[in-house]
């Protein structure tokens, strides 16, 4: 019996001793990029690292869209569909982009009105718009669509209305729930689809960024009360916070998430110590996108470089970009919040608060309750050299 109580011993021991999965190696040496990566806690979308790709679709390569256009019997179509498809079908190659060519939905639009079986008015378009009511949209537009359309030639579908139903007023992401009948035509099951609505002509073809993102498992980075600034937690540097933001890339920490950012282009720092990091702005393809200071369990704060360049042309601000990461926090509720360096600032003329948020050369941002300490050293045209350190 001693020999195996003895092992039990060391076993309980080797235990105790061993670190959390979010523990680092170390001071002084550099934490493996997983060891960075926050785990998704809420069962839906949020910020975690791992996605179920069983309920959510794996965002690389082709995606066949088919996109269908539907009129109602108190709100026919007197436009072409061409004229609303061009509105959104540019999105694609925004995602291409914004994806560094990962990712291309392709769409074929099927450039044809069908009727759906009830008025616009009868569907109950509003905030809170059950998942059950939007299936039965869905239902019947795929329905009235199916004599035209081969369903089983694609992965995903765009449902667009006409101008004039103006009772169709927003735009929902439609993911099929494991276990219920959902929606199937021609053998195959819709799983994912984006029903577009009347905001399609108030944001511009981010719209499709935004919405396919949460197909892709992403959460809403605004803030989803009715009170405060809508969008106070990331501003416009996000394209799941404020789809017309001047700084819409997705954050380096989402593209990481979908596998368009590689783990070597992460430097995670999880125990004590220090990295100096060459940062590669988010805009490019290449270079180290990120560096990671994990806090907790479900937290971290991420540094990256933002330049006004490609998607963030219209971008009001520069420099490295500071923010904090929680993954318990649900969508809607702040998982994600941009420190900002200029909180005393007036934004300029055409700017949103947070919009000058990124931290210049010679600044710093510290946490010490966390033992967080970011340095920015030199700005290039490139991106940003910065010291992260955990004490």
């Known amino acids: 019996m001693l020999p195996t109580l003895l092992s039990t011993v060391l076993t309980v021991a080797l235990l105790l001793c061993t670190p959390p999965a979010w523990a680092g190696t170390g ?34 390569g082709v995606i066949k869209v088919a996109m269908i256009f539907v009129d109602f019997p108190d709100a026919p179509a007197t436009e072409s569909p061409a004229a609303d498809s061009a509105r959104i079908t540019p999105g694609a190659d925004w995602v291409r982009k914004a994806s560094y060519g990962k990712t291309w939905l392709s769409i074929t639009q099927h450039r044809q009105w069908v009727r759906m079986p009830h008025r616009s008015t009868d569907y109950g378009f509003a905030r809170g718009l059950s998942h059950e009511t939007h299936e039965a949209y869905l239902k019947d537009a795929v329905t009235a669509a199916d004599p035209y359309v081969d369903f089983s030639r694609y992965d995903m579908v765009h449902v667009v209305p006409t101008r004039n139903a103006s009772a169709i007023s927003f735009t929902p992401t439609y993911i099929y729930e494991p276990g219920t009948a959902g929606v199937v035509a021609d053998g195959r099951r819709v799983t994912w689809a984006v029903t577009f609505g009347q905001d399609m002509w108030h944001w511009d073809h981010r719209l499709v960024g935004h919405e396919t993102a949460h197909a892709f498992g992403l959460p809403d980075l605004y803030a989803f009360d009715a009170g405060g600034d809508t969008h106070r937690f990331t501003g416009g540097w996000d394209v799941m916070g404020l789809i017309g933001g001047a700084g819409s890339q997705y954050l380096a920490w989402q593209s990481w998430k979908l596998g368009w950012t590689h783990d070597s282009q992460v430097v995670c720092r999880a125990s004590r110590g220090s990295d100096t990091v060459r940062m590669t702005a988010v805009e490019y393809g290449g270079g180290t996108k990120m560096a990671v200071i994990r806090t907790g369990p479900t937290t971290a704060y991420v540094v990256e470089s933002r330049r006004a360049v490609r ?11 500071v923010y904090a990461v929680d993954s318990s926090v649900p969508t ?10 200029e909180p005393d600032t007036t934004p300029a003329s055409g700017c949103r608060p947070l919009d000058d948020a990124p931290y210049r050369a010679g600044r710093s941002f510290t946490d010490p309750a966390a033992g967080v300490r970011i340095d920015v050293l030199r700005s290039g045209g490139y991106g940003e050299t910065v010291r992260v350190t955990k004490s």
Do not use: E
């Open 332 to 341: 809607g509720k702040g998982p994600v919040r941009v420190m900002d360096a």
């Open 27 to 60: 001071a002084g040496v550099r934490d493996r990029a997983l060891a960075c990566a926050l785990p998704g806690t809420t069962g839906w979308t949020d910020v975690g690292h791992d996605t179920d790709y069983s309920v959510f679709k794996r965002p690389t």
């Open 311 to 321: 998607a963030d042309a219209r971008a009001c601000s520069t420099g490295a970009l």
